[in-house]
């Protein structure tokens, strides 16, 4: 079935820098969601993407649907603690199921 | 209370036991989830529900029965499991199914002894 390649798997990162992630499929996505999810709790809603091209900001977070509508990605510039946790993409395929990249744990060093 | 809640947050069953998730939203949506997270894995669905019929079951044993008696609350029944179904079971909303973002509840930790 359909996967999502969700890189990287992991990130230690010093407090202050810029974090990259991204996430591809093999077929085109009608949507591209980003979550955060903290030990204990459910994922959080971060950023929903609905149209190729569109470029999204929430605070220092920046996620993209990519042109192709086959990747997105997100960015959180100026890191600090709070942002540890691990990051789950997620997408809608042309037939409404919704896909989850397997997640990127991101470790944040003060 | 908004969002998504679910109850107990933790439970600890033998594989003889009967017990129930539950899950309520306050979010107004009309589509429910259970989906099941194990460690390293990535989301595992198991059951939508639609205004209230289930619209899809994804293989799930028939020792995971759901329950949605409204479009507010869902009931994941669980009766004989085994140890590997130790997971966190997540609860999700959204306005619709198809193209509509799901919110999540905090979950319950599920161990099997």
């Known amino acids: 079935g359909q996967q999502l390649n969700q890189s990287p798997q992991s990130m230690f990162i010093q407090e202050g820098e810029d974090v990259s992630m991204n996430c591809t499929s093999s077929?085109?996505?009608?949507?591209w969601l980003w979550y955060k999810q903290d030990p204990g709790e459910g994922p959080v809603l971060l950023i929903a993407?609905?149209?190729?091209?569109e470029l999204t900001s929430n605070g220092r977070l920046t996620a993209q649907f990519g042109i192709t509508r086959k990747d997105s990605f997100l960015n959180i510039s100026a890191s600090i603690p709070s942002d540890v946790g691990i990051y789950f993409c997620?997408?809608?395929?042309?037939?409404?199921?919704?896909?989850f990249g397997q997640g990127t744990e991101l470790s944040v060093k003060p | 209370e908004t969002g998504v809640t679910q109850t107990p947050r933790h439970l600890v069953m033998g594989m003889t036991n009967k017990k129930s998730l539950k899950c309520e939203q306050h979010?107004?949506?009309?589509?429910m989830y259970w989906y099941k997270q194990s460690a390293k894995k990535p989301l595992e669905l198991m059951f939508v529900?639609?205004?209230?019929?289930?619209?899809e079951n994804n293989s799930v044993p028939s020792r995971f029965s759901p329950e949605c008696p409204n479009s507010s609350h869902l009931f994941l029944h669980l009766h004989t499991l085994q140890p590997e179904d130790s997971a966190l079971y997540l609860c999700?909303?959204?306005?619709?199914?198809?193209?509509?973002?799901?919110?999540f509840g905090n979950g319950t930790r599920l161990t099997v002894t």
């Open positions: 529900y639609s205004l209230e019929e289930r619209v």
């Open positions: 993407l609905y149209k190729a091209g």
């Open positions: 077929s085109i996505f009608n949507t």
């Open positions: 999700a909303s959204s306005l619709r199914t198809g193209n509509s973002p799901l919110h």
């Open positions: 997620a997408g809608h395929e042309a037939g409404g199921k919704l896909i």
């Open positions: 979010l107004g949506h009309n589509a």
